[in-house]
């Protein structure tokens, strides 16, 4: 009787021990980040695009169709969704932004996962700059590479140029037979493959953060993804003009297409850029979309063999939007739709909920997320909102409105309307207000029709409310 009693403790202890052990395993986070990268993503609609690993991504989460960036600039946008903190006119404000300058008491996302014992890993771009909160990364790879060119004929065009803005001014396009591991994009491709081998074999819970330059200027990539697509079938912009009735502020004060003017070669310094040079550039950016796409491809597969993926929540981001052309604008840095929608996945053995949503959702939403899904207490002055009630159920609506920002002008966002004010010093500058329904491209500015006015003014407070919220001071205990 006492061995019995003995082997049904022994056996009750055992079970007991190993479902404390399954419940205390963490859950893992693979955390992509796509610089520059519109919805041009063929699971969004935008068939014309060779993007079929992102789609399966996709088809495997929910893919969030109205998500948007707080403030369309890399460094800025970057240094708002590590942070979980609106951007502000007193903080993350340009390209050349550090989180840990504007907010210094923050706890990023790679602080608060080091300190809950996950082991936590940056390959490629995360931050703008590599060093960002750098010490809470337990492994940090060199930094991302976006001038990587290959072909010898580019390089020396570079090296033989006239200065930019911020160096040697580059040619905006390469295309040679190499390798698709030749290009910085590659080789951290390779690197966190091999890292996702040493944290099976060690057993080690994981926030991995991979961040590609594809396709951010220039647009370089093997041979094999420009050939992809037919260069004289490359569709130019429609509307390669400003809105009509916008205020010229709304061009002149956010946009001029700046970063491409003036550190690559062979553009013009203003006017349009002509039909042959526009559609070399459309050409670049989709072969670099599609480049971009296989290598992430390779990653998830890289996961699902190791036999990873029923423990790790891969969430795929980029930080803005983009212009080709649309108001004859190019790049980013501006409040109009192209520049600041964006494209989020979540794929999360968490939920069988694989869909699209309608829920509208910023990038500040992200920390919290994260947060909520590794059971990771959120500090209390996070600024977004957990996204797991959309992945539970995508009819739930979140949110009815998001904010963004660049430079002057300020956003709000929802299924009806987009409206922007500029505002500097508290001076009030102009104003837009689009249809969102019927206008989605935005080329009719109607925020001085006499019948529109009552919308104006609606949005004009919730801006008011919003500039208040974020102009506070930041309590960080």
């Known amino acids: 009787m006492k061995t019995l009693k003995l082997v049904l403790i022994i056996f009750f202890g055992l079970g007991l021990f190993t479902s404390c052990q399954n419940e205390e395993k963490k859950h893992n986070i693979l955390f992509i980040s796509v610089d520059d990268l519109k919805p041009s993503i063929n699971s969004y609609g935008d068939l014309k695009m060779i993007t079929p690993n992102i789609d399966k991504l996709a088809s495997e989460g929910v893919q969030f169709n109205n998500a948007f960036t707080n403030i369309a600039v890399c460094g800025a946008s970057r240094a708002s969704i590590m942070t979980g903190i609106r951007p502000s006119e007193k903080r993350f404000n340009d390209f050349s932004t550090r989180a840990a300058k504007d907010v210094p008491d923050a706890i990023s996302l790679n602080e608060l ?193 190791l036999g990873l993926r029923d423990n790790t929540t891969i969430i795929l981001w980029s930080d803005h939007g983009y212009f080709l052309g649309e108001h004859g604008f190019w790049c980013k840095h501006s409040t109009f739709y192209e520049a600041v929608h964006v494209p989020l996945i979540i794929s999360s053995p968490k939920f069988s909920n694989n869909t699209s949503t309608d829920s509208f959702t910023e990038l500040v939403d992200i920390y919290p997320t994260l947060c909520e899904l590794t059971n990771i207490e959120a500090p209390d002055y996070i600024q977004g909102q957990s996204l797991v009630s959309v992945l539970e159920d995508s009819s739930v609506e979140l949110k009815k409105e998001i904010y963004t920002r660049y430079k002057q002008g300020e956003a709000v966002i929802d299924k009806d309307y987009s409206y922007t004010e500029f505002v500097e010093n508290g001076q009030y500058l102009g104003n837009m207000l689009y249809d969102m329904n019927n206008d989605k491209k935005q080329n009719e500015d109607i925020s001085k029709k006499s019948s529109n006015l009552e919308l104006v003014k609606y949005y004009s407070q919730k801006l008011k409310e919003m500039r208040a919220f974020v102009d506070q001071d930041l309590i960080i205990n």
């Open 113 to 305: 996962f080091k300190d809950n014992g996950y082991e936590t890993i940056s390959y490629g771009k995360i931050y703008h700059h590599n060093d960002d909160f750098g010490e809470h990364w337990t492994e940090i790879g060199e930094r991302a590479e976006q001038a990587d060119f290959q072909d010898p004929k580019a390089i020396e065009m570079r090296d033989n140029a006239e200065r930019g803005e911020y160096g040697k001014k580059n040619p905006i396009i390469e295309h040679p037979e190499v390798s698709d591991y030749a290009y910085h994009d590659g080789k951290i491709t390779l690197k966190a493959i091999k890292k996702l081998k040493d944290l099976k074999e060690n057993d080690k819970a994981f926030f991995l953060a991979v961040g590609y330059v594809s396709p951010h200027l220039p647009f370089i990539q093997p041979k094999k993804y420009w050939d992809m697509y037919e260069h004289d079938k490359i569709e130019l912009a429609n509307n390669p003009f400003q809105p009509k009735n916008s205020p010229d502020i709304s061009i002149e004060a956010q946009h001029n297409s700046a970063e491409l003017r003036k550190n690559y070669l062979n553009i013009p310094a203003n006017g349009p850029l002509g039909d042959d040079l526009s559609r070399d550039l459309i050409h670049g950016y989709f072969a670099s979309v599609s480049y971009m796409d296989v290598l992430i491809g390779e990653l998830v597969d890289a996961l699902n063999n």
